[in-house]
């Protein structure tokens, strides 16, 4: 298991966690979503051998959360 924690400045309202949270928790290989609003943070723990990063970041993207940056750690 891993986790990736995404740097964002687009997180303006409390609908912003839920709508992230529940777009990335209901991917295949996503274990735990936490959204830490004040720091502008979003933290997935997930299963490398089913899904990538670069997956949460596309999908952040799409729902209009553009990824500053990424931290993978293990």
């Not at 298991?1 to 997180?11: A, R």
């Not at 051998?49 to 596309?58: E, K, L, N, S």
Request: glycine share 6%; hydrophobic share 40%.
């Amino acid at each position: 298991m891993k986790t990736v924690t995404f740097k964002m400045e687009e997180l303006t309202c409390p609908s912003c966690i839920q709508k992230i949270e529940k777009a990335l928790t209901n991917q295949k290989g996503v274990d735990h979503v936490s959204v830490l609003f004040n720091s502008g943070k979003v933290k997935v723990a997930y299963k490398e051998a089913i899904v990538t990063p670069a997956y949460f970041a596309g999908i952040l993207n799409k729902l209009g959360y553009p990824v500053q940056s990424l931290k993978i750690e293990n």
